[in-house]
């Protein structure tokens, strides 16, 4: 698939106008930046030298042409300002059909195409391109993972991240398909002190709460609590990592990504749904997640066997909860 098609087919979510306004904004910051103060009249583009692709700056004020480091800042500046820009003419397009004539969508698609094919040929990072600053160091950043233990078979995507299962090796191996950088079981830490106190009150008020409580695995446990607070019952798992002290639980989310708007995004693949106690684990990391206020509700994305074995609706999914987020 065509980066263009993938944009086009993408499903927007909310006001296209707004996304369009942003990425105008963000081209307005490029061109104040330290490497394009007073050079907004500064362009870049292609060309191939004997099958190599060197990049080159003009000016249309001055005039002057030269050649463009692709390993400098000021070309990455150059080079996402111009992929912006065509961007934006792609999402006018599909919010406006009669803003551009055929002619012209076909024209903007193949530019769009052509930049990120001499970006490829060049060996340059289209990720840095392709993502906002914050997005693009997030990727960069190291984080820490769930352990994987010596016997677990490991199932390794193309993009050399280890995965648990064959479905999820096979959901990171599509994300990468796609370019859409993510985390794996990246480890978070989620402060559960409002919900330890509200169910501490709730248990006061129905006479739940007693003396007499119990161990487990090392923790002070309450016996038989609310279904609504079972992720602090013996039965569920989330006890093993609650630190009553920080009033903190820790949690390993299956996907985790990083959308243009700075907030996170977690998906979780219920490859086992059909297996209680898997079940009770995963509703335990999303009840968390979302009372907690660590992801939004509308950012909980959930697959189940049938998606993936579906190679359409997966794609579906991805276009409709991932490419408009990260990218626009």
Avoid at 85 to 104: A, G, H, M
Avoid at 123 to 141: H, N, P, S, W
Avoid at 271 to 288: H, L, P, Q
């Amino acid at each position: 698939m065509r980066f263009s098609e993938m944009i086009l087919a993408a499903t927007v979510q909310g006001n296209l106008k707004k996304s369009i306004k942003n990425l105008h904004n963000e081209i307005n910051m490029l061109n104040r930046s330290d490497h394009l103060l007073h050079a907004q009249d500064v362009n870049m583009y292609a060309v191939n030298n004997q099958g190599r692709i060197i990049f080159r700056e003009y000016s249309k004020t001055s005039k002057n042409e030269k050649h463009l480091r692709k390993d400098s800042e000021r070309f990455y500046i150059l080079a996402r300002r111009k992929y912006l820009e065509l961007l934006i003419k792609l999402l006018e397009y599909r919010q406006d059909p009669n803003s551009q004539t055929i002619k012209e969508h076909a024209e903007n698609v193949d530019r769009l195409d052509k930049l990120i094919s001499n970006f490829e040929k060049a060996g340059v990072d289209f990720t840095r391109i392709m993502l906002t600053d914050e997005q693009y160091a997030c990727t960069k950043a190291n984080y820490r993972r769930k352990r994987m233990g010596q016997s677990i078979k490991k199932y390794t995507t193309p993009g050399g991240v280890a995965t648990r299962s064959k479905s999820e090796q096979k959901l990171g191996t599509r994300f990468e398909y796609f370019g859409i950088p993510y985390r794996y079981e990246m480890k978070i830490r989620v402060n559960v002190e409002t919900l330890v106190n509200a169910l501490e009150e709730e248990l006061r008020k129905t006479g739940w709460l007693k003396r007499t409580l119990f161990y487990y695995d090392g923790n002070e446990c309450i016996w038989n609590v609310p279904a609504k607070y079972a992720w602090m019952n013996e039965r569920g798992s989330m006890w093993k990592s609650y630190d009553a002290k920080a009033n903190e639980i820790i949690i390993y989310p299956d996907f985790i990504f990083l959308l243009r708007d700075g907030s996170l995004l977690v998906w979780e693949h219920e490859g086992m749904a059909s297996d209680f106690r898997y079940r009770c684990n995963a509703s335990e990391r999303i009840f968390v997640l979302r009372e907690t206020g660590t992801v939004a509700e509308n950012n909980l994305v959930f697959s189940f066997e049938r998606d993936i074995n579906d190679e359409k609706e997966l794609d579906r999914m991805i276009m409709t909860h991932l490419i408009p987020r990260i990218l626009f």
